[in-house]
């Protein structure tokens, strides 16, 4: 009978001999598998958050490794964990990955300790993104809330890069005070050469402080919005994602052109773990990002 | 799908050639509880006469063969200041003799999850082809409601699933490899008389059942009563232990942790089964949590089982084998509570 009890042997199946490709998402291949990279350079931005500049190793996955804008990779830290981490470059920088970390947990934690030249484990991207293309020809209003201001460097670059497909391009960025506000020597950049309308807030200034004080909300009654043309891409904590989505909906926004990327804890980022599940949902794989119309059906979302 | 009729003897038989020559997981009475009810688990076998075929239900389910309480997922080495990652997946031929329908299905639906969609899972998927099921027919168990959401028969997902005819096993084969395993035995092809009898057994079972779980328009309910009081009432009542999960044959929720070996020359990351019901279970960094309350965590529970694997594969989770309702320390269970919404949707 041992003839008919053959053994499967699951690593010889042929699509798990070709390199692990993770845009591939229903091929079978080694889930776990993590590409190696360096941490190249690391930009302290404050006291909890740095940039971390990261490089894939191995040419042929620095090759392979391509993102849209939105999407978040799990960085491996090994002995330690992992942790979910959107990504905050460029999708155009092939192989180098930009990654803003706050110090939160164990993790993060450890990754403020790593020195340039350390290696650390990345698989991914996953989830959702943001709709570039579709945004072509139109105004983008992008929104961001202390450490929101990480995803979308990433759409903010694609749109720099490509700034003729874009109309007008609006940025608006809230912060608890002065020192929190990341990413200071790069304004001048966006503003300039990135033609980017950049409008800044604090909710409490130091005394050198001379632009907006208030909510990030105050920001949105000092611009023009032409509600027909304008897609919205907003991150930040959610109560403040819920006042700006409900105030761009008053000005006449439709909910299916706002965007949001939520934060969830995740273990696995493929829709196995659970962690990340809003009611339903699994955030990795029906998100990060998702319209304010989804948003507002799911539970416990906000 | 083919069927057959092997005698009991020759069953027998069978089961002590296999026996010989891979691992067999099966029922067998491990002890009895205080109400004198025996207590089965699926645990391997060596001989023929400690497999319990005629058991009512196990405590645990025999998910733990398919994704275990806790895994391996890699494993790091260091040296000279770098690190390599191996992987490894386990999967060692064997048979699983007894399985009832409502845990077929369930392994139906984590293939779905696991096996399936974005991301096939190659930990689950070796251990899932690597496995032979010999399902078997049963007259309802005690609190079982596995009719009321369709999972008391089962169509696919097994080599052979047999049904008791007395002296005899009716059975259903689902797999070329099921096939060629009957070939090495005496059957014989179906006659009228097996099939009348057939259906007279699936008949009696159909009629035994005494749970009934109204799942008409659940998933809509569970949405409209989301903040209904039913789910503050039976909150109170749990205990955030977890228990629940951990006997489920379809939750398939877990943690990943890293740890360091005592010399600090390698690690393992590690996958470990979990429940929605422990409290730090939707906690994120900065310690916010986004279900704090025992609650909020309960209903998350029912949520997924009843509305939200719905909306992803048109089905739900849950099998209606009773395990969690039988498990619960606090006396929750799944009719119960699902009574109680239908009763706060009339009111």
């Known amino acids: ?127 959702t993104f943001f709709p570039m293309e579709q945004m072509k020809g139109k105004n983008v209003l992008l929104i ?41 020597y790069q304004y001048e950049q966006w503003r300039r050469v990135g033609d980017v309308k950049l409008h800044l807030i604090v909710e409490t200034p130091d005394p050198c402080w001379t632009g907006e004080v208030g909510r990030i909300t105050a920001l949105l009654e000092k611009i023009r919005i032409d509600p027909d043309e304008t897609y919205a891409i907003v991150c930040g904590p959610p109560v403040m994602f819920k006042f700006v989505c409900n105030r761009l909906s008053e000005l006449g926004l439709p909910m299916h052109r706002m965007f949001v990327s939520l934060e969830r804890r995740m273990h696995c980022g493929m829709g196995k773990c659970c962690r990340c599940n809003i009611g339903s949902t699994y955030t990795c794989l029906d998100g990060p990002v998702f319209d304010y119309w989804t948003v507002m059906n799911l539970k416990e979302a906000i | 799908m083919l069927f057959r009729v092997i005698t009991k003897e020759a069953f027998r038989k069978f089961v002590n050639t296999l026996l010989s020559e891979i691992e067999i997981i099966a029922p067998r009475k491990v002890a ?110 005690a609190g079982g409601f596995c009719r009321s959401l369709g999972t008391d028969t089962v169509t696919h997902g097994f080599d052979l699933f047999l049904t008791d005819l007395g002296d005899r096993y009716f059975v259903a084969i689902d797999s070329d490899r099921g096939f060629s395993m009957l070939q090495e ?35 809509n309910i569970l949405d409209i009563e989301f903040e209904s009081p039913v789910w503050a009432k039976w909150g109170a009542k749990c205990l955030s232990c977890g228990t629940c999960a951990m006997v489920c044959p379809t939750c398939y929720c877990y943690g990943v942790s890293q740890e360091f070996s005592m010399d600090f020359a390698s690690a393992r990351k590690n996958k470990q089964l979990y429940s929605c019901n422990l409290y730090d279970f939707a906690r994120v960094a900065g310690d916010h ?36 309702g039988n498990a619960c320390l606090a006396g929750i269970s799944p009719p119960e509570v699902i009574a109680d919404l239908h009763m706060e949707e009339k009111a």
């Open chain 2, 32 to 141: 009895t509880d205080y109400t004198g009810r025996s207590i089965y688990h699926y645990l391997p076998v060596d001989r023929f006469e400690d497999v319990a075929l005629d058991y009512d239900t196990t405590r645990f389910s025999a998910k733990t063969y398919f994704t275990p309480f806790k895994e391996n997922l890699a494993s790091y080495s260091f040296q000279n200041g770098d690190w390599t990652q191996s992987i490894r997946y386990r999967g060692v031929t064997r048979l699983i003799l007894g399985l009832h329908a409502c845990d077929i299905n369930a392994l139906l639906k984590l293939d779905k999850v696991m096996a399936r969609g974005p991301f096939p899972s190659p930990h689950y998927i070796a251990r899932r082809k690597n496995t032979l099921i010999i399902g078997i027919d049963h007259d309802p168990c």
């Open chain 1, 1 to 127: 009978m041992k003839a008919h009890l053959h053994h499967f042997d699951i690593t010889r199946e042929e699509s798990m001999l070709l390199p692990v490709e993770f845009h591939r998402k229903t091929r079978l291949q080694h889930v776990d598998k993590a590409f190696k990279a360096e941490i190249t350079r690391i930009v302290p931005l404050t006291d909890m958050e740095r940039l971390y500049q990261l490089r894939i190793l191995d040419p042929g996955e620095r090759e392979r490794f391509t993102f849209f804008p939105g999407q978040f990779v799990m960085v491996d830290v090994p002995g330690f964990g992992e942790v979910p981490i959107s990504i905050s470059s460029s999708p155009s920088s092939k192989g180098l990955v930009e990654l803003c970390i706050r110090k939160a947990g164990l993790v993060t934690g450890v990754l403020h300790k790593a020195g340039q030249g350390a290696r650390v484990g990345l698989r991914g991207p996953f989830g």
């Open chain 1, 144 to 184: 961001a809330g202390g450490l929101g201001i990480a995803p979308l460097r990433a759409p903010l670059y694609s749109i720099i890069e490509n700034r003729p497909d874009y109309n007008t391009v609006h940025l608006l960025y809230g912060a608890r005070d002065q020192s929190q506000m990341l990413f200071g």
């Open chain 2, 289 to 324: 949590n986004f279900r704090a309350r025992t609650s909020t965590r309960l209903k998350y529970r029912y949520y997924h089982q009843h509305r939200g694997f719905v909306e992803t594969y048109n089905e739900p989770m849950c099998v209606g084998c009773n395990r969690c």
């Open chain 2, 185 to 219: 035995v005496e059957n014989t092809e179906v006659t009228e008389d097996d099939r009348v009898e057939y259906s007279a057994v699936r008949r009696r079972i159909a009629k035994g059942f005494t749970t009934h779980v109204e799942t008409h328009n659940l998933p």
